[in-house]
């Protein structure tokens, strides 16, 4: 996601924020939507269940297995890599019969599609048999989109009056998240409002900048490239900005709304531990963004997630403030488990 900020004013949670000076109107990053996510969304696992096998469950032999799907034919199985595994042979020969009915019938012709699932045997589990979504990873186009958007050579411009007229109507923070789908090199985008809580003398403006941008990297009857980009409207006055801590993870996951009510399972022995994770604010009104610092390793895939699905425990008029800013998640070596 792109995001594009006035300023903000501080406003204090112990532990978790920090106050800077304003920072100028600015572009921080975008992000390509994940191509992988929609294919997966047509997937078929077929008819045959998963069955626990009764010679593993009489002598309560369970496991646990991750592994990479790499689909490359609409009409064929994936192949099957293992990431991580701690499992009886003839459990993962269970599963690898299982997975060989999966099909992705709207995979295009020439394309591949990656994808990572969980599996788990627990014989002393109400359900013994679990297993994760099956989750889209990323192509991976985030530096192409980078380096082949192109925007106007100016920034978004506001007059003052319409600057002085808001702050008479509006509340000190707003948001305005645009998703914009590129279909061709010379034409505009395509602009869809995904949250707004900015007044129309804010908004017009930018949806008339967003409209000059362009992808000429778009080829024509291709893949359309698609980005979003957030703008934040400080109309506080305030000469301020609240911005995110990086913080370890147990701190971090005390300030997660409902983290008592959570149920998860995550051991980060089996994810070259210890690492950092990127964890950009969006929910609750999208999915936060997290990203891998340093080299890219699939057996996260699964606890990326989750840390996309959770929210901050702040108030309403504090998430209009944070919402897009980024931390750094420190994760150590361990596990976490949590609603047992």
């Known amino acids: ?16 924020l920090a106050c800077l000076g304003a920072a100028p109107l600015q572009a921080q990053t975008v992000l390509p939507d994940e191509q992988a996510r929609e294919w997966m969304q047509c997937l078929s696992r077929g008819t045959e269940s998963l069955v626990y096998p009764e010679q593993h469950r009489a002598i309560k032999s369970g496991g646990f297995v991750r592994v990479k799907l790499s689909f490359e034919r609409a009409d064929a199985p994936p192949q099957v890599e293992v990431l991580s595994r701690a499992i009886p042979e003839s459990l993962l020969d269970a599963v690898q019969v299982y997975l060989r009915q999966y099909r992705v019938p709207c995979l295009p012709a020439g394309k591949t599609v990656l994808a990572v699932q969980e599996f788990s045997f627990s014989p002393d589990a109400a359900k013994e048999v679990n297993w994760s979504d099956v989750r889209g990873v ?51 985008p395509q602009i869809t409002v995904v949250y707004d809580s900015v007044s129309p003398e804010f908004r017009q403006p930018v949806m008339d900048y967003v409209a000059q941008y362009r992808m000429p990297c778009v080829d024509e009857g291709g893949e359309p490239i698609t980005v979003e980009q957030q703008f934040h409207v400080n109309n506080s006055g305030s000469s301020k900005v609240m911005v995110l801590k990086d913080l370890e993870l147990a701190k971090f996951l005390s300030a997660v709304k409902g983290i008592d009510q959570q149920k998860v399972s995550f051991d980060f022995n089996t994810m070259a531990c210890p690492f950092q994770v990127m964890w950009r604010v969006g929910m609750p009104i999208q999915k936060n963004e997290v ?12 606890f990326m997630a989750w840390l996309a699905e959770l929210s901050l425990n702040v108030p309403p008029e504090a998430l209009e403030q944070l919402l897009g800013q980024s931390m750094a998640i420190s994760v150590p070596c361990g596990a976490v488990k949590l609603g047992e």
């Open 1 to 16: 996601m792109m995001m594009t900020s006035v300023n903000v004013r501080a406003w204090f949670l112990a532990g978790l």
């Open 138 to 188: 990323s192509n991976m186009r985030a530096e192409k989109v980078r380096q082949c958007l192109r925007t106007p050579p100016d920034t978004v411009r506001l007059s003052a009056s319409s600057t002085l007229a808001s702050r008479f109507k509006q509340k000190d923070y707003g948001n305005l998240v645009l998703k914009m789908r590129f279909e061709a090199a010379d034409r505009s």
């Open 291 to 302: 990203g891998e610092v340093g080299e890219r390793n699939l057996n996260r895939t699964e």
